[in-house]
T-cell receptor
Framework: DTGVSQDPRHKITKRGQNVTFRCDPI?????LYWYRQTLGQGPEFLTY????????KSRLLSDRFSAERPKGSFSTLEIQRTEQGDSAMYLC???????????????FGPGTRLLVL | GNSVTQMEGPVTLSEEAFLTINCTYT??????LFWYVQYPGEGLQLLLK?????DKGSNKGFEATYRKETTSFHLEKGSVQVSDSAVYFC??????????FGPGTRLSVLP
């Protein structure tokens, strides 16, 4: 049973550096989501892909953030010129199309914990 | 807008105690309601869900009933185990919108 995987699991970087995270969804899932989770809070939606198309972006996703899903399979989330406020857990989730988004079950990866010094 | 409120943790119980974690929501229309659980070092896992009023979601001994009149979706379990220690998130999802999660409630079950 291969669930959602994320790489790396942990990343420490210096302020101003660029970082890139990867998410591999469950293979037949065509919907992919990115979330950010800070300590003591629930996940907050960042962006959503249906296949390779990025259909929604949260206002939380500043210009320094970019996400791609070039072939409709894995996805990357890049943060440019990192700031200390970017320190958080970045979660990826995927779901199978065919159900309404209101009722779908999203399967989450273990997350990438980012610390910006 | 949509929002979810959960009881603050941490909640500490002895094994075999009864568990209730309160969740109330604010939303327009008829959202679906979910409970997700996050074990240490792992991602969130769906625990149960309900998609319409008066539905009861259940899984692994946990239950929650969608109460539209009180806008609540309280999580209950009759007898908790040490292995239930985790963070529990209540969440809602409305038509055309994305997940809104509560802040989470940490549960610790002592042997």
């Amino acid at each position: 049973d291969t669930g959602v995987s994320q790489d790396p699991r942990h990343k420490i970087t210096k302020r101003g550096q660029n970082v890139t995270f990867r998410c591999d969804p469950i293979s037949e899932h065509n919907r992919l989501y990115w979330y950010r989770q800070t300590l003591g809070q629930g996940p907050e939606f960042l962006t959503y892909f249906q296949n390779e198309a990025q259909l929604e972006k949260s206002r939380l996703l500043s210009d320094r953030f970019s996400a791609e899903r070039p072939k409709g399979s894995f996805s990357t989330l890049e943060i440019q010129r990192t700031e200390q406020g970017d320190s958080a857990m970045y979660l990826c989730a995927s779901s199978l199309g065919g159900t309404t988004r209101r009722e779908e079950t999203q399967y989450f990866g273990p997350g990438t914990r980012l610390l910006v010094l | 807008g949509n929002s979810v409120t959960q009881m603050e943790g941490p909640v500490t119980l002895s094994e075999e105690a009864f568990l209730t974690i309160n969740c109330t929501y604010t939303a327009t229309g008829y959202p679906s309601l979910f409970w997700y659980v996050q074990y240490p070092g792992e991602g969130l896992q769906l625990l149960l869900k309900a998609t319409k009023a008066d539905d009861k979601g259940s899984n692994k001994g946990f239950e929650a009933t969608y109460r539209k009149e009180t806008t609540s979706f309280h999580l209950e379990k009759g007898s908790v185990q040490v292995s239930d220690s985790a963070v529990y998130f209540c969440a809602l999802k409305n038509y055309g919108q994305n997940f809104v999660f509560g802040p989470g409630t940490r549960l610790s079950v002592l042997p």
